[in-house]
């Protein structure tokens, strides 16, 4: 999680100014600019570590340092997992940058397939550097630009509030299964990750139906508990062991609580009045 | 497209544009493309995007859903099926009952048919929408089972397993698939059309998230007959050609029903498991390409029936699949061959009548296999009251016989039918926590 909320009061305003001016001049809803604000700090600091730690993924390996770079890789996507739903709004990045060779009908073969799992694949599986170099350089440049046209995004209210059961809807999808991190199987890193990107924008909006709708938000708070509880189990060192230590049981467990988040928190928008 | 305004009006206007089209490409428009159906009112030829006209009839069709034994198991097969088996995520008996409780109430809601609730349009939709506004009921049937690893999970379950339980075991000729096999709760769904019991199966995983995570499942079918010269209706045809029940035990009489199918107290099973059943799921590949390569006489010997009428082999030329064949005449197997499937299924003495089975099959077709092949083949189900004395002792018997060189069975597992719903306030699965709370 971000620890501090606010990076700087001089950041904060800037984007304040941003939203007044641009995403609510049209019909806002008074109570949804403190948490959508928030939300966009909240992003901003976490393309800011993207970009940090991209710079040090992608020295290692410019270093041929495999072993750095193996454990920078899952640490390194965290920011970019957390903020999935604002990040796959350009399109055309999400698929250079966290496409996976599923994606490709040559799969890992097709020249086209770059990005985070390739360059996961290189590490991994190819077990060197030599290849990857220039995915590496490529990384580093969508990453950065990702950060920019972020900073100049107008922040759809229904896709930031949207994005709790998106991120729940990506787990269930493609992330339970292990398909995600298959080379190095640091999918844990992931579901954590994606869990508290929709965590967060839960959190941020909660106060807002709370009242209306205890039982709702009881029931969201147990899921996101228990999820929780089991992902802990997994920890080990700052970060989680691999996916194939996940026990069946707990998989099942977590696909419930996924499903049911994704359920649940699909009414979030609707609850809040958005289209 | 034209503008609507009454209802009325579409059906004309709609059918006087589409006329005017096909003049315009010079095509005629006679009596038989559109015919007069009202004052003021033209049929349209039917369009590609036309759906296929329901059956108000069948789409009606009701089977009870309360009742001593659950639906599913006696009533006559429709020609969608879908078997599907979950893992249940509930961590004490109070969430098992509350789970329990809900599965009911959709399955009772489901069976029956009516209205979908409307929700707010900002909210996603309570119901799929694939049946449309409103559920037909469409002779649907769901059935539903709980599984040997269910019972292993708890002390409770563990002491109030069925006798007979077990995990399926790999039988020589299986090769059978982990992914595709066992579960806690298997979910048979039947109905008169495939996008009923879909939307049956979409429902209960909406509504059981919390419980429920799916392991397999595979969608079949019963191929359509007509009826036979003297007005009975033949058995289905499976995807060897062959007609396949023709042997089964009477399930219109319920003497036999309670023999054969339903647990009573002669069986010994533990008390909440009275009415209940075992039910037997095997999926099963067909190899029909060899099949379809080999000489007709072969195929019948092998299975043991002519292929056109499944009459058995000592028949003679006008016999039906219900004569009954007499082994006392062939004891040297020359007419039936021993190694025949029929005749290893049930040899018919009076020793083997005690393991007759209720089979309920679905033929499936799921895609190409590597080898170029089509996967398609049998998702044979079988109830009995003893699974031991049942399906294990009959596919123990079968074990060997000529047809395995065409079967593969691949997945599949045993699981125990609940009693059934007693009435509104009954749920599936009572006498079981009822049970465990007297333990």
Not at chain 1, 227 to 240: E, N, S, T
Not at chain 2, 17 to 22: A, E, G, I
Not at chain 2, 327 to 335: A, F, R, T
Request: net charge negative.
């Amino acid at each position: 999680m971000v620890a501090n909320t606010l990076k700087s009061t001089a950041l904060a305003l800037i984007l304040m100014a941003g939203l007044t001016a641009q995403s609510f001049a049209a019909d806002p809803s008074l109570d949804l600019v403190a948490p959508l604000a928030d939300y966009k700090i909240y992003v901003a600091e976490n393309t800011e570590q993207l970009v940090k730690d991209t710079e040090a993924f992608v020295a290692a390996i410019k270093a041929n340092d495999v072993a750095k770079a193996k454990a920078l890789f899952a640490p390194t996507r965290t920011s970019y997992e957390k903020i999935e739903p604002i990040a796959e709004l350009f399109a055309d990045l999400d698929s250079s940058i966290d496409a996976r060779a599923d994606d490709f009908e040559q799969k890992e073969a097709d020249p086209t397939f770059t990005g985070f799992h390739r360059i996961e694949y290189g590490l991994w599986v190819e077990g060197k550097t030599g290849e990857i170099q220039g995915y590496a350089d490529q990384l580093l440049k969508d990453i950065k630009t990702l950060n920019e046209r972020i900073n100049g995004l107008t922040f759809p209210p229904e896709v930031v509030v949207g994005g709790a059961a998106a991120l729940m809807e990506e787990v269930a999808a493609t992330k339970i299964s292990g398909e995600e991190d298959r080379y190095s199987r640091t999918d844990l890193w992931d579901f954590d990750a994606n869990f508290a990107g929709s965590q967060k924008i839960y959190t941020l909006f909660r106060p807002l139906i709370a009242d209306k709708n205890p039982d709702f938000v009881k029931k969201v708070d147990a899921n996101f508990a228990e999820a929780g509880a089991i992902l802990k189990k997994y920890q080990k060192d700052g970060g989680y062991v691999s996916y194939v230590e996940l026990s069946d049981a707990d998989r099942k467990v977590l696909a419930t609580k996924v499903n049911t988040l994704a359920e649940d928190l699909s009414t979030l928008r609707g609850q809040l009045g958005l289209n | 497209m034209s503008k609507l305004n009454k209802p009325g009006d579409d059906i004309a206007q709609a059918g006087t544009s589409r006329r005017d089209l096909l003049k315009g490409l010079g095509i005629g428009v006679g009596a038989g493309v559109a015919s007069v159906i009202g004052a003021g009112q033209v049929a349209a030829a039917p369009m590609v995007g036309d759906a296929p006209k329901a059956d108000a009839d069948t789409s009606a069709q009701r089977v009870p859903f309360y009742g001593a034994h659950q639906a599913g198991i006696v009533n006559p097969r429709p020609a969608a099926g879908i078997i599907a088996s979950f893992d249940i995520v509930a961590t004490d008996l109070d969430q098992f009952e509350t789970m329990m409780k809900l599965l009911t109430a959709r399955i009772a809601f489901l069976t029956a048919g009516g209205a979908v609730a409307m929700r707010d349009p900002k909210l996603p939709p309570e119901d799929s929408g694939i049946l449309g506004p409103d559920i037909a009921p469409d002779n649907l049937t769901v059935t539903v089972g709980l599984g040997d690893s269910f019972f292993e999970k708890t002390d409770w379950g563990k002491a109030l397993k069925p006798n007979a339980l077990d995990r399926m075991t790999q039988f020589p000729n299986d090769a059978l698939d982990a992914a595709l096999c066992h579960g806690d709760l298997s979910l048979q769904f039947c109905a008169n059309t495939p996008d009923t019991a879909i939307h049956a199966l979409r429902d209960i995983m909406k509504s059981l998230s919390e419980y429920l995570v799916m392991n397999w499942m595979m969608p079949g079918d019963v191929p359509q007959a007509k009826p036979a010269a003297d007005g009975t209706t033949p058995s289905a045809r499976n995807l060897l050609g062959f007609r396949d029940g023709s042997g089964n035990p009477d399930s219109t009489d319920e003497a036999k029903m309670r023999q054969v199918v339903w647990v009573t107290p002669e069986n010994g099973e533990p008390g909440w498991a009275l009415g209940g059943s075992y039910q037997v799921v095997r999926l099963i590949r067909n190899k029909v390409e060899h099949w379809d390569r080999t000489p007709l006489q072969e195929q019948e010997r092998d299975f043991g029936r002519r292929k056109i009428s499944g009459a058995p082999l000592d028949g003679g030329p006008n016999a039906t699949e219900r004569d009954v064949p007499d082994y006392s005449k062939d004891p040297e197997g020359k007419v039936t061959s021993f190694l025949s499937h029929i005749r290893r299924a049930n040899p018919r003495t009076p020793e083997t009548e005690a393991n007759l089975i209720l089979r309920r099959p679905f033929n499936y077709t799921s895609g190409a296999l590597k080898n170029g092949q089509i996967d398609q083949g049998l998702i044979f189900i079988c109830y009995q009251a003893d699974l031991g004395m049942g399906f294990i002792t009959v596919q123990s018997r079968l074990n060997g016989e000529a047809m395995e060189e065409y079967f593969k069975p691949f997945g599949g597992g045993y699981f125990f039918v609940l009693p059934g719903v007693s009435g509104p306030g009954d749920y599936l699965g009572s006498t079981l926590v009822s049970a465990a709370r007297s333990l």
